[in-house]
């Protein structure tokens, strides 16, 4: 026979399938969405808008994390209507949580670090030093004020909406259909890798989802990923800051 709507609910699915499905695919249409309707609005205007290449003024850094505002929308939408909310969901963040983070943020910078030997390597050192952090520093026009919040987004709201929707939404929906914890591992980190659009570090970028997703897997708790994806990226805020 089948559910009732309000079964459905209840369990935790909708239209058949566990919510963090719809969650992961709002939040990822939502970002899409977003990157497009900015592309197209600011075409005219600067002559080809990239959302990672901050062109004239600090505020257009805050348009240009619109988009990645949108991935863990979907996540916080869909644990408060069909969820069972945000603590159980996705996890506090303990101290175990956070020294499982920290060790894993680590690890996943020396990843990243090994794997950008092999892209200079493939690619020479320019094109396999391409980072969208890179010349923050001169396209914010110096001012520390948009350096910091350009910090800040880097280090503490980029971990969180984008580790809601991997390892939070997507993770917790792979797990209710009793998928192995390490193909959801690997196919975590290679949506990770994908959703910044940086072909020519895929490969390190896949090697740091691993590592940062080794969190999740070791406590259960997407919290302990937002710490360890937070200490992986402390270095380049560090260095944007630095810039200046």
Same mark, same amino acid.
């Given at each position: 026979?089948?559910?009732?709507?309000?079964?459905?609910?209840?369990?935790?699915?909708?239209?058949?399938?566990?919510?963090?499905?719809?969650?992961?695919?709002? /939040?990822?249409?939502?970002?899409?969405?977003?990157?497009?309707?900015?592309?197209?609005?600011?075409?005219?205007?600067?002559?080809?808008?990239?959302?990672?290449?901050?062109?004239?003024?600090?505020?257009?850094?805050?348009?240009?994390?619109?988009? =990645?505002?949108?991935?863990?929308?979907?996540?916080?939408?869909?644990?408060? &209507?069909?969820?069972?909310?945000?603590?159980?969901? @996705?996890?506090?963040? /303990?101290?175990?949580?956070?020294?499982?983070?920290?060790?894993?943020?680590?690890?996943?910078?020396?990843?990243?670090?090994?794997?950008?030997?092999?892209?200079?390597?493939?690619?020479?050192?320019?094109?396999?030093?391409?980072?969208?952090?890179?010349?923050?520093?001169?396209?914010?026009? /110096?001012?520390?004020?948009?350096?910091?919040?350009?910090?800040?987004?880097?280090?503490?709201?980029?971990?969180?909406?984008?580790?809601?929707?991997?390892?939070?939404? &997507?993770?917790?929906?792979?797990?209710?259909?009793?998928?192995?914890?390490?193909?959801?591992?690997?196919?975590?980190?290679?949506?990770?890798?994908?959703?910044? /659009?940086?072909?020519?570090?895929?490969?390190? &970028?896949?090697?740091?989802?691993?590592?940062?997703?080794?969190?999740?897997? @070791?406590?259960? =708790?997407?919290?302990?990923?937002?710490?360890?994806?937070?200490?992986?990226?402390?270095?380049?805020?560090?260095?944007?800051?630095?810039? =200046?």
């Amino acid at each position: 026979m089948d559910r009732e709507p309000d079964q459905d609910v209840r369990a935790g699915l909708v239209l058949g399938a566990h919510w963090g499905f719809l969650a992961f695919f709002i /939040g990822i249409g939502g970002y899409h969405l977003a990157n497009l309707l900015i592309a197209v609005f600011f075409s005219g205007h600067f002559g080809g808008f990239d959302q990672l290449e901050l062109h004239d003024v600090g505020p257009l850094l805050l348009v240009a994390f619109v988009p =990645n505002l949108l991935l863990g929308l979907g996540p916080l939408i869909g644990s408060k &209507l069909w969820g069972l909310g945000l603590r159980v969901d @996705f996890g506090t963040i /303990g101290l175990r949580d956070i020294k499982v983070g920290l060790a894993c943020g680590g690890f996943a910078l020396l990843a990243g670090y090994l794997a950008n030997l092999v892209l200079i390597a493939v690619y020479g050192t320019e094109r396999a030093s391409e980072n969208p952090l890179t010349d923050f520093s001169s396209e914010l026009g /110096g001012s520390r004020l948009w350096l910091v919040l350009a910090a800040l987004i880097v280090v503490l709201a980029a971990p969180l909406t984008e580790e809601l929707l991997v390892r939070g939404a &997507l993770w917790s929906a792979l797990d209710r259909y009793k998928i192995p914890q390490w193909v959801t591992l690997v196919l975590t980190a290679i949506v990770f890798a994908h959703l910044h /659009g940086e072909p020519t570090r895929t490969i390190a &970028l896949f090697a740091q989802g691993i590592m940062i997703g080794l969190a999740r897997y @070791f406590t259960g =708790n997407a919290g302990a990923a937002v710490v360890a994806h937070a200490a992986n990226n402390l270095p380049p805020a560090l260095l944007l800051l630095g810039g =200046n």
